[in-house]
């Protein structure tokens, strides 16, 4: 087994660093420059039946469910289609009402997670349109589904989830791409997404190219016992997703708040001894998520920024990993990258066994 680790210490290491081929491949052959458009054969919906649908619902656990959130803003923006995202292993407790012009998306890398294999059998039942974002190919979930997009990510042995989930991003903004093009998102906004789905790879790879200061960073937020993760609209579930890498394999008590809400509660908690990691990109919310930043400094927390090269923290003594820019519907799947990282590092500072945390799965089969 240890062959397969390719020279790299951890399977968390090489899954981190094999990312920019894994976007080379969910993306080779899918993209349309003559329409500005994605092609998803597998999908199989005709340009009408994408037309149709008046909500998308997506369904995933735990990081897949993130993701999911991810990919629910980018088909809003992109789509201008109501679009959310809800954890699989809740969805059918809640006798959901299932609508037959709904899209619903499940959301897996392994296709075996046994609540999300539920969620689908659920919609199906009550007569709903499901596809797959998945993995592992010929997987439970790919086959109950009624078409889908698989990942091409390769496979993925940590318990800890990087690649699959940065494709499972990218997956989403091909399916947002492909609502788009039947509806309001102009050719031109279209070859906008595509250029820049394009020059995804590249862009991961300059930002693994910071990971010695990454590790860095990671020594100093490892001495927390714990920490918030914060960020708003896009970023929220970018904060989540880092928050759930964070618990996952460094065992420390880590946090995810929109930055909106911490004056409605968790902001007390701030003090010298909780840290907490702001998102902050360059879009239409920066200056508010600065104030956010101010305001905890302002109470003696520290704070780590991931953010963009233009955004100017002026007096603000705040560390930064900075983040190439993208167009900013895309800009969750680059702010993401660092957070893998910080997490792996805080992990191997505190020496824990990264591959294989306490207490939980690769795959979750059973209730
Ligand atoms: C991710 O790091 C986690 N191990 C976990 O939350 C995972 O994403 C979740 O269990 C869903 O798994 P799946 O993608 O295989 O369905």
Do not use: W
């Not at 500005?36 to 656990?61: H, Q, S, W, Y």
């Not at 305001?295 to 003594?317: M, S, W, Y």
């Amino acid at each position: 087994e240890d062959l397969d680790l390719g020279g790299y210490p951890h399977y968390m290491a090489k899954e981190i660093q094999e990312q920019p081929e894994c976007v080379e491949r969910i993306i080779r052959g899918r993209l349309d420059d003559r329409f500005g458009v994605a092609r998803l054969d597998g999908l199989n919906l005709t340009p009408r039946e994408l037309r149709g649908f008046a909500r998308v619902k997506i369904l995933g656990c735990g990081s897949a469910y993130y993701v999911g959130q991810i990919g629910a803003t980018m088909i809003e923006e992109l789509a201008r289609i109501p679009a959310d995202a809800e954890a699989a292993s809740e969805f059918r407790y809640r006798n959901p009402i299932i609508e037959a012009d709904t899209l619903y998306i499940a959301v897996s890398q392994s296709g075996e997670t046994i609540d999300t294999a539920f969620a689908v059998e659920e919609i199906k039942r009550k007569g709903g349109r499901v596809v797959g974002l998945v993995n592992v190919v010929g997987s439970t979930i790919a086959r109950a589904c009624e078409g889908g997009v698989y990942l091409h990510a390769g496979p993925e042995i940590a318990v800890a989830s990087t690649k699959a989930l940065t494709n499972m991003a990218v997956g989403f903004a091909l399916i947002a791409l492909a609502l788009g093009r039947v509806r309001d998102l102009s050719n031109a906004d279209g070859q906008r997404i595509i250029d820049a789905i394009r020059a995804l790879p590249g862009q991961i790879k300059s930002i693994l190219d910071f990971e010695p200061e990454i590790a860095e960073h990671a020594k100093t937020v490892a001495a927390a016992k714990s920490l918030f993760f914060v960020g708003r609209v896009r970023g929220y579930p970018v904060a989540r997703e880092g928050a759930q890498k964070f618990k996952e394999i460094s065992y420390r008590h880590a946090e995810a708040y929109q930055t909106s809400e911490l004056k409605h509660g968790p902001l007390a908690l701030i003090d010298e001894s909780l840290p907490t990691v702001a998102v902050v990109p360059s879009d239409e919310l920066t200056e508010r998520n600065l104030a956010a930043v101010q305001q905890i400094k302002a109470r003696g927390g520290a704070v780590l920024a991931v953010t963009h090269e233009n955004v100017d923290f002026g007096e603000l003594d705040v560390p930064r990993i900075v983040v190439p820019k993208t167009e900013p519907e895309l800009d969750p799947i680059l702010l993401t990258i660092p957070l893998q990282l910080l997490a792996y590092h805080a992990a191997l500072t505190l020496g824990y066994d990264i591959d294989k945390p306490r207490n939980l799965a690769k795959s979750v089969t059973v209730e």
